[in-house]
């Protein structure tokens, strides 16, 4: 369960402002350098989004070059940490089945002193059976994925939990650590920790054990209102109140000052307007204002805003501007 201070402190009670922020997400797999990332990294926190998220995926999705390839998630991470300033960072999210949990921590921790504490750490049972094919990388099936989900949490918690000098041992259901110095620690006590996804039970289950926010990405208004009360439900049989997590959701951005720009943004991401007006956080920036407002009402308090053209970078001048101050 979180303990730190920082972590709940910003999460809002029942009876709170229900504002909203905004966090920018990309998905460089689809074909973006690391040059690409730091340039939207940078706009959006010289623009004042409150973060930078990225994907952790090896292979491209759909009918597109995805050229130059992927780019590594961590690697890129640690590279943004020193060329930023204030803008946190972090993955939606990052597959368990990729990196052995001890390691993984270690470019966590190191990750998060080389940004001054910015890290938000999302992690995910994975679900892209390609990627692992096509890298080499095995993929169990899903119970053993969320048992390895389970056990990297539970890791992660008693790495960053353990004093420095003392050693850790883990004993969960797919991996064992044995007396690991649990180093090096990350800047934060405890970095703010997201889980996420449409799972009905383990899901929500783990997010009630281990999250400070649980996301729901790209889904409608009934499907995220659903698994905020499943999160509730599991929070209430750990005996943890809900508000201690915050809630959010992940949406593909498409706005525009006109149709013809609208258009224009949805054509060069391959999509249809009215799809993306009916499914993701698009039109004109009064309309997307609603569709954020919409997802406030049923609880979220974060917005990941899927900019999936990042060289339109006046995309995100447009929607600090005219969609971030009625927020």
């Known amino acids: ?37 730091l340039a939207v990294a940078r706009a959006a926190e010289d623009l004042g989004y409150e973060a930078f998220f990225r994907s952790d995926h090896y292979l491209k999705m759909g009918d597109i070059s995805g050229l130059p390839g992927p780019t590594d998630a961590w690697l890129t991470l640690a590279a943004l940490a020193r060329e930023t300033s ?7 999210l990052t597959s368990v089945t990729f990196r052995h949990p001890g390691p993984l921590a270690i470019s966590m921790a190191q990750v998060d002193e080389m940004s001054g504490g910015r890290l938000d750490v999302g992690l995910g049972a994975g679900w892209y059976a390609d990627e692992h094919t ?15 989900l389970e056990d990297t949490l539970g ?32 800047v934060q006590q405890r970095p703010p920790v997201i889980v996420g996804g449409h799972g009905r039970k383990r899901t929500p289950a783990l997010a009630a054990r281990f999250a400070d926010e649980f996301n729901v990405p790209f889904a409608d208004l009934d499907t995220v209102a659903t698994q905020y009360r499943r999160v509730d ?16 959701a992940a949406l593909v951005l498409c706005c525009g000052r006109d149709e013809a720009q609208i258009a224009r943004r949805a054509d060069a991401i391959g999509r249809e307007v ?19 407002g919409r997802y406030a009402a049923i609880g979220a308090r974060r917005i990941y805003l899927q900019v999936l053209d990042m060289s339109d970078l006046d995309h995100l001048d447009l929607v600090a501007s005219e969609v971030a101050r009625q927020l």
Not at 234 to 246: D, L, Q, S, V, W
Request: glycine share 8%; net charge negative; aromatic share 6%.
């Open 86 to 92: 204030t803008i946190r960072l972090g993955t939606l």
């Open 274 to 292: 009215d799809e993306l007006r009916a499914n993701g956080a698009a039109g004109t920036p009064d309309e997307v204002v609603d569709t954020i």
């Open 134 to 148: 096509a890298y080499g990388i095995p993929f169990p099936p899903l119970g053993e994925r969320f048992d390895l």
């Open 155 to 186: 890791a992660l918690e008693a790495f960053w939990s353990t004093p420095a000098g003392e050693t850790v041992s883990v004993h969960g259901k797919r991996m064992e650590m044995l007396d690991s110095p649990g180093l090096p620690k990350p």
């Open 1 to 37: 369960m979180p303990a730190d201070p920082a972590a709940t402190a910003a999460t809002p009670s029942p009876g709170a402002d229900p504002s909203v922020s905004l966090r920018v997400f990309v998905e460089p797999q689809q074909g973006a350098t690391y040059a690409d990332q």
């Open 233 to 248: 439900e599991a929070c209430a049989a750990r005996g943890r109140a809900p508000e201690e997590i915050i809630r959010s």
